[in-house]
Protein backbone atom coordinates (compact mmCIF):
# COMPACT_ATOMS: atom_id res chain seq x y z
CA UNK A 1 0.00 0.00 0.00
CA UNK A 2 1.12 3.50 -1.05
CA UNK A 3 -0.37 6.04 0.99
CA UNK A 4 1.15 9.46 -0.27
CA UNK A 5 0.80 12.57 2.31
CA UNK A 6 0.16 15.83 0.82
CA UNK A 7 -1.57 18.94 0.86
CA UNK A 8 -5.55 18.87 0.92
CA UNK A 9 -6.51 20.74 -1.99
CA UNK A 10 -10.16 22.21 -3.30
CA UNK A 11 -10.34 18.40 -4.90
CA UNK A 12 -10.46 16.98 -2.06
CA UNK A 13 -13.70 19.14 -0.20
CA UNK A 14 -16.40 16.25 -1.11
CA UNK A 15 -14.17 13.17 0.70
CA UNK A 16 -13.32 14.92 3.61
CA UNK A 17 -16.66 16.56 4.28
CA UNK A 18 -18.07 12.60 3.70
CA UNK A 19 -15.54 11.12 5.81
CA UNK A 20 -15.92 14.58 8.57
CA UNK A 21 -19.75 13.20 8.60
CA UNK A 22 -19.36 9.38 8.87
CA UNK A 23 -16.99 9.80 12.23
CA UNK A 24 -18.49 13.23 13.88
CA UNK A 25 -21.48 13.93 15.80
CA UNK A 26 -21.28 17.72 14.97
CA UNK A 27 -19.06 17.77 11.63
CA UNK A 28 -17.22 20.95 10.09
CA UNK A 29 -19.45 21.46 7.04
CA UNK A 30 -17.90 21.52 3.63
CA UNK A 31 -17.93 25.65 3.33
CA UNK A 32 -15.91 25.55 6.81
CA UNK A 33 -13.20 23.30 5.18
CA UNK A 34 -13.39 25.50 2.38
CA UNK A 35 -12.52 28.60 3.99
CA UNK A 36 -9.59 26.78 6.13
CA UNK A 37 -8.25 26.18 2.54
CA UNK A 38 -8.49 29.39 1.96
CA UNK A 39 -7.06 30.74 4.75
CA UNK A 40 -2.71 32.00 4.85
CA UNK A 41 -2.66 30.32 8.49
CA UNK A 42 -4.16 27.17 8.70
CA UNK A 43 -2.67 23.87 6.98
CA UNK A 44 -4.56 20.64 5.97
CA UNK A 45 -3.33 17.44 5.16
CA UNK A 46 -4.70 14.53 3.52
CA UNK A 47 -3.40 10.67 3.45
CA UNK A 48 -4.57 9.81 -0.36
CA UNK A 49 -4.69 6.25 -0.79
CA UNK A 50 -4.92 6.03 -4.76
CA UNK A 51 -8.02 8.77 -4.57
CA UNK A 52 -9.18 7.22 -1.58
CA UNK A 53 -9.09 9.88 1.25
CA UNK A 54 -7.36 7.95 4.43
CA UNK A 55 -7.73 10.86 6.58
CA UNK A 56 -6.69 14.17 6.92
CA UNK A 57 -5.47 17.00 10.04
CA UNK A 58 -5.48 20.70 10.35
CA UNK A 59 -3.66 23.20 12.23
CA UNK A 60 -4.25 26.92 12.54
CA UNK A 61 -1.41 28.74 13.40
CA UNK A 62 -1.56 31.28 15.31
CA UNK A 63 1.97 33.18 16.31
CA UNK A 64 4.28 30.91 18.61
CA UNK A 65 0.82 28.48 18.51
CA UNK A 66 -0.19 25.74 16.33
CA UNK A 67 -4.02 24.62 17.55
CA UNK A 68 -4.69 21.05 16.47
CA UNK A 69 -8.61 21.33 14.62
CA UNK A 70 -9.03 18.15 13.35
CA UNK A 71 -7.64 14.79 13.23
CA UNK A 72 -9.23 11.74 11.55
CA UNK A 73 -8.49 8.62 9.96
CA UNK A 74 -10.95 6.18 7.94
CA UNK A 75 -11.93 2.93 10.19
CA UNK A 76 -10.48 0.69 7.20
CA UNK A 77 -7.22 2.45 7.71
CA UNK A 78 -6.32 2.44 11.32
CA UNK A 79 -3.90 1.63 13.60
CA UNK A 80 -1.06 1.80 10.79
CA UNK A 81 0.58 5.12 12.11
CA UNK A 82 -1.63 7.50 9.90
CA UNK A 83 -2.45 9.87 12.47
CA UNK A 84 0.93 9.94 13.93
CA UNK A 85 2.50 10.52 10.44
CA UNK A 86 0.24 13.80 9.74
CA UNK A 87 0.35 15.10 13.73
CA UNK A 88 4.25 14.78 13.22
CA UNK A 89 3.98 16.43 9.91
CA UNK A 90 2.16 19.41 11.47
CA UNK A 91 5.02 19.58 14.43
CA UNK A 92 7.56 19.34 11.67
CA UNK A 93 5.75 22.24 9.62
CA UNK A 94 5.33 24.62 12.85
CA UNK A 95 8.60 24.11 14.03
CA UNK A 96 9.65 25.27 10.38
CA UNK A 97 7.28 28.55 11.28
CA UNK A 98 8.74 28.51 14.70
CA UNK A 99 5.91 26.97 16.48
CA UNK A 100 6.80 25.54 19.89
CA UNK A 101 3.91 25.33 21.36
CA UNK A 102 1.12 22.40 20.02
CA UNK A 103 -2.79 22.33 21.60
CA UNK A 104 -6.08 20.96 21.12
CA UNK A 105 -9.18 19.53 22.63
CA UNK A 106 -10.33 16.17 22.92
CA UNK A 107 -13.23 14.27 24.03
CA UNK A 108 -12.97 13.37 27.41
CA UNK A 109 -14.37 9.81 26.53
CA UNK A 110 -12.30 9.18 23.04
CA UNK A 111 -9.46 6.81 24.13
CA UNK A 112 -8.24 5.84 21.04
CA UNK A 113 -7.41 10.17 20.35
CA UNK A 114 -6.07 10.72 24.15
CA UNK A 115 -3.83 7.71 23.60
CA UNK A 116 -2.77 8.86 20.15
CA UNK A 117 -1.84 12.24 21.96
CA UNK A 118 -0.02 10.78 24.77
CA UNK A 119 2.36 9.17 22.36
CA UNK A 120 2.95 11.99 20.64
CA UNK A 121 3.92 13.19 24.08
CA UNK A 122 0.92 15.44 24.84
CA UNK A 123 -0.19 16.45 28.38
CA UNK A 124 -3.48 17.36 30.01
CA UNK A 125 -3.50 20.90 30.53
CA UNK A 126 -6.90 21.84 31.86
CA UNK A 127 -10.73 20.85 31.20
CA UNK A 128 -13.78 22.65 29.80
CA UNK A 129 -17.20 21.98 31.16
CA UNK A 130 -19.70 20.70 28.52
CA UNK A 131 -17.64 21.93 25.32
CA UNK A 132 -18.84 19.43 23.42
CA UNK A 133 -22.51 19.10 21.93
CA UNK A 134 -24.17 15.83 20.69
CA UNK A 135 -23.61 14.46 23.41
CA UNK A 136 -22.48 16.87 25.99
CA UNK A 137 -19.17 16.53 27.25
CA UNK A 138 -16.19 17.69 29.28
CA UNK A 139 -13.49 19.08 26.71
CA UNK A 140 -9.65 17.59 27.83
CA UNK A 141 -6.74 19.73 26.49
CA UNK A 142 -3.65 19.16 25.98
CA UNK A 143 -0.31 20.41 24.85
CA UNK A 144 3.17 19.70 23.42
CA UNK A 145 5.61 22.10 24.36
CA UNK A 146 8.40 21.87 22.72
CA UNK A 147 10.67 24.13 24.59
CA UNK A 148 9.39 22.42 28.18
CA UNK A 149 12.64 20.43 29.53
CA UNK A 150 10.32 17.54 30.62
CA UNK A 151 9.11 17.20 26.85
CA UNK A 152 12.61 16.69 26.14
CA UNK A 153 13.22 14.57 28.95
CA UNK A 154 10.14 12.01 27.64
CA UNK A 155 11.74 11.92 24.11
CA UNK A 156 15.08 11.46 25.81
CA UNK A 157 16.45 14.40 24.92
CA UNK A 158 18.38 16.22 27.61
CA UNK A 159 19.06 20.02 27.15
C1 LIG B 1 -7.86 8.85 16.89
C2 LIG B 1 -7.51 8.44 15.45
C3 LIG B 1 -7.27 9.71 14.63
C4 LIG B 1 -6.22 7.59 15.48
O1 LIG B 1 -5.82 7.34 14.13
P1 LIG B 1 -4.81 6.12 13.75
O2 LIG B 1 -4.25 6.42 12.41
O3 LIG B 1 -5.50 4.84 13.95
O4 LIG B 1 -3.67 6.30 14.86
P2 LIG B 1 -2.19 5.68 14.82
O5 LIG B 1 -2.20 4.40 14.04
O6 LIG B 1 -1.24 6.74 14.39
O7 LIG B 1 -1.99 5.34 16.37
C5 LIG B 1 -0.87 5.80 17.10
C6 LIG B 1 -0.99 5.36 18.55
O8 LIG B 1 -2.15 5.94 19.15
C7 LIG B 1 -2.74 5.00 20.08
N1 LIG B 1 -4.04 4.55 19.59
C8 LIG B 1 -4.62 4.85 18.40
N2 LIG B 1 -5.85 4.25 18.32
C9 LIG B 1 -6.02 3.59 19.47
C10 LIG B 1 -7.07 2.76 19.99
N3 LIG B 1 -8.20 2.51 19.28
N4 LIG B 1 -6.94 2.24 21.22
C11 LIG B 1 -5.82 2.45 21.96
N5 LIG B 1 -4.77 3.21 21.52
C12 LIG B 1 -4.87 3.76 20.30
C13 LIG B 1 -1.75 3.83 20.14
O9 LIG B 1 -0.77 4.15 21.09
C14 LIG B 1 -1.17 3.88 18.74
O10 LIG B 1 0.07 3.22 18.63
P3 LIG B 1 0.09 1.61 18.33
O11 LIG B 1 -0.85 1.37 17.18
O12 LIG B 1 1.54 1.37 18.00
O13 LIG B 1 -0.36 0.96 19.59
C15 LIG B 1 -8.64 7.57 14.82
O14 LIG B 1 -9.01 6.55 15.72
C16 LIG B 1 -9.90 8.35 14.44
O15 LIG B 1 -9.99 8.92 13.34
N6 LIG B 1 -10.90 8.41 15.33
C17 LIG B 1 -12.17 9.09 15.02
C18 LIG B 1 -11.99 10.59 14.90
C19 LIG B 1 -11.43 11.19 16.17
O16 LIG B 1 -11.85 10.86 17.26
N7 LIG B 1 -10.45 12.10 16.00
C20 LIG B 1 -9.83 12.80 17.11
C21 LIG B 1 -10.64 13.97 17.50
S1 LIG B 1 -9.91 14.85 18.87
Known amino acids: MDIQ ?12 ADLERRLFSDPWSIDSFRGALRSQN ?3 L ?20 GQILNV ?5 YRRRGLATEMMNSMVDIGTTNEVFLYTL ?29 NPEEDAILMDLD ?11 IED
Open 42 to 44: QVF
Open 5 to 16: LRDMVSADLFKV
Open 146 to 156: LTDPNTLKRFG
Open 105 to 133: EVRESNAPALALYKSLGFVPTGRRKGYYK
Open 72 to 76: AVDEN
Open 46 to 65: VCDDDGTIAGYCGMLMVPGE
